[in-house]
């Protein structure tokens, strides 16, 4: 079974320009997480998707940040415009059980830098 | 609010010998707790998790960890080090309010083992 996986591994851009993340996550997997480490600190949770719908989005820092997960499989993290301080690695995880049993699964990360 | 101490940024010991990694826990009620390990250029993989019950999980790779209510502690240990065990190790914890599903990390602790 393949595990979470993202694209692309490594972004660099300039400021000012839009980067878009994607997560795939593992197949069947209604809950779909994105979290960012930035500048070697903890990591810290974004938002949450319960298949398509937006659970928890109380980890978004400002609203040049726009994730989607339509259809309830994929999601697409949106930067736009990118600041310096979005530069670090965001991770995707995902899950399927609910309650005390569930264990998030984590992706790879992209690592983002913004010049 | 809820908070995860990882009180060492980098941990050394010799192959062969044992070793803890550090973590103590912030949150209200009881909490679910969480290692997980990132090893050079890959993602994060989870180790192990204690959710109720005895206080000491074991988990992949060898690694246990000991849940301490009073000490508020969740210490990551393994009887014998590998040098295929030096990655990044990261503490977590989640509420058990079911509204909220959301890791807290710490900020990680580098595990450095010597041959």
């Known amino acids: 079974e393949a595990g979470v996986t993202q694209f692309p591994s490594h972004s660099v851009i300039e400021k000012g320009q839009t980067v878009t993340l994607r997560c795939d996550p593992i197949?069947?997997?209604?809950?779909l997480y994105w979290y960012r480490r930035v500048m070697g600190k903890e990591i810290k949770f974004l938002l949450h998707f319960v298949k398509e719908s937006k659970q928890d989005e109380s980890g978004m820092p400002n609203n040049r940040f726009l994730a989607e997960r339509t259809g309830g499989t994929y999601s697409t993290l949106k930067v736009q415009p990118a600041e310096l301080e979005d530069s670090g690695v965001y991770f995707c995880?995902?899950?399927?059980?609910?309650?005390?049993?569930?264990?998030?699964?984590f992706g790879p990360g992209t690592r983002l830098l913004v010049l | 609010a809820q908070s995860v101490a990882q009180p060492e940024d980098q941990v050394n010991v010799a192959e062969g010998n044992p070793l803890t990694v550090k973590c103590t826990y912030s949150v209200s009620g009881n909490p679910y707790l969480f290692w997980y390990v990132q090893y050079p250029n890959r993602g994060l993989q989870f180790l192990l998790k204690?959710?109720?019950?005895?206080?000491l999980v074991k988990g992949s790779y060898g690694f246990e960890a000991e849940f301490n209510k009073s000490q508020t502690s969740f210490h990551l240990k393994k009887p014998s080090a590998l040098v295929s065990d030096s990655a990044l190790y990261f503490c977590?914890?989640?509420?058990?309010?079911?509204?909220?599903?959301?890791?807290?990390f710490g900020s990680g602790t580098r595990l450095q083992v010597q041959p």
């Open positions: 977590a914890v989640r509420e058990r309010d079911m509204g909220r599903r959301a890791l807290t």
């Open positions: 204690y959710i109720t019950g005895d206080n």
């Open positions: 995880a995902s899950s399927q059980e609910f309650g005390f049993q569930e264990t998030q699964y």
């Open positions: 197949s069947g997997h209604d809950n």
